[in-house]
């Protein structure tokens, strides 16, 4: 079932269920991207795992 589907009816459960997966979606890209960008910007100043700390 999808959303351009003429059936679909966006009642409460749909909402919500949506709301909740798009939420979750967003904080695991959020995170995920500032994991990236961390790594990229400590890998570009020398902070790379050396294994020296």
Known sequence: MFPFNFEWVWDAGHIVFHGGLWYALNIIG???????????VDTSNGKGGHGHH
């Open 30 to 40: 959020i995170g995920m991207t500032y994991c990236i960008i961390k790594a990229v």
